[in-house]
């Protein structure tokens, strides 16, 4: 899996533009975990808060379902904040080392250039480049079409795993290996989900896997006090989400009813 160049990075955003109606989104980002025996004198490293013991397959995925970036391996009881804080990704993110594009201006917005995003849930801190949904508590109509919004493209990494899950029948029970080879088997699994996606990207197990344009389900609990650049980024894109040049059809549909 190379390391996606400027112009890769360019082509995933007009994905997801396209296909969700997010501009400048790079990526959606989940960790999800993957059920192992338990590790030979491991505690409880391994134990998840699902119960069961697992390894942490942190993924960055693009609107075609497939897999940008992966991390493998980390402990089951690791929250998703701190695998990505401790991984490569999040390193070179930091270090500025991922060839992201300059930021560019959203489509008819007269605003400011907006930096290039990776989209995630509420178990990931907010920075200028990580886009988290608004908290539960005063939630305007505006927050709340930034959140339905952002949930839309986030949607496509919990598909990309699911298809994956859905393709290679190793995860739907523990993995009985020890931990080295039950990550090379992942890794295995990973490349050659992006190998069929490439060659077969519409087969019949994923139909019930594409998010559609309606009502997603919102779960916006927030755990850690974000940065001022996070804010000032994460404000842009509510503004341009609720203006005419930004806005979709059915958005205030979608967000009847969510709190």
Sequence with gaps: MPQPKAEDWLRIADGFYESAQF???????????????????????????????????????????????????????????????????????????????????????????????????????????????????SLDVRRRIFNYRLTRARQYVECAFGILCSKWRVFNSSIQMDQENAILVIQACVVLHNFTRMHNPFSAVDQNQFPSSGSVGLDLTLHRRPGTAGIAVRDMYADFFSCPEGAVPWQVDAIRGSV
């Design 23 to 137: 501009p400048n989104c790079i990526g959606a980002l989940d960790g999800n975990h993957i059920r192992v025996k338990k590790p030979p004198h491991s505690g409880s490293r391994f134990f998840n808060y699902k119960q069961y013991f697992s390894v942490v397959l942190s993924d960055l995925a693009d609107s075609n379902y497939r897999f940008i970036i992966v991390d493998i391996g980390a402990y089951g009881s690791t929250s998703d904040a701190c695998i990505f804080s401790s991984s490569r990704l999040g390193d070179r993110l930091r270090a500025n080392q991922l060839a992201f594009p300059e930021p560019r201006r959203l489509p008819g917005y007269t605003g400011p250039p907006a930096p290039f995003v990776i989209v995630a849930d509420e178990g990931f801190a907010l920075t200028p480049h990580v886009m988290r949904p608004f908290a539960r508590r």
